[in-house]
C-alpha cells in the first residue's frame, strides 16, 4: 500500500497551489479520503475529507471557500486544490484513506510541504 502526496512548495500569501495524492496497492474507490495538516508545535488536524460513495465533502472551518478537495477514481488519486493561502497555512500535508467495514482500516502518506511566506 502506497500514498504518496505531491505539489507541496514555497507559495506567496493569496496565491495557489494544488496538492495531488497518488494511491497503489488498495482499492482506492472503497476508500474515504481525507487531508490532513501539521503545523510546527501543533496536532495534526482535519483540513478537507471526501467520502468513497456519493462523493460528499467536508472541510475545515479555516479553509472552507479556499480549499476543494476532489478525487478521480480512475487514476486512484486525491487532490486539494487550495486557493487564498494564508501564512497559517504553512504545514505537512498528509493523504489519508481511511476504510473498512466500519472505518477501522487506515493508511497515510509521508506528507508534503507547503510554506506560505513572502
Known amino acids: 500500500v502506497q500514498l504518496v502526496e505531491s505539489g507541496g512548495g514555497l507559495v506567496q500569501p493569496g496565491g495557489s497551489l494544488r496538492l495531488s495524492c497518488a494511491a497503489s496497492?488498495?482499492?482506492?474507490?472503497?476508500?474515504?479520503m481525507n487531508w490532513y495538516r501539521q503545523a510546527p508545535g501543533k496536532e495534526r488536524e482535519l483540513v478537507a475529507g471526501i467520502r468513497s460513495v456519493g462523493g460528499t465533502t467536508t472541510y475545515a472551518d479555516s479553509v472552507k471557500g479556499r480549499f476543494t478537495i476532489s478525487r478521480d477514481n480512475a487514476k486512484n488519486a486525491a487532490y486539494l486544490q487550495m486557493s487564498s493561502l494564508k501564512p497559517e497555512d504553512t504545514a505537512v500535508y498528509y493523504c489519508?484513506?481511511?476504510?473498512?467495514?466500519?472505518?477501522?482500516?487506515?493508511?497515510w502518506g509521508k506528507g508534503t510541504l507547503v510554506t506560505v511566506s513572502s
Open positions: 489519508n484513506a481511511q476504510g473498512g467495514r466500519f472505518g477501522e482500516i487506515g493508511y
Open positions: 496497492g488498495f482499492t482506492f474507490s472503497r476508500y474515504d
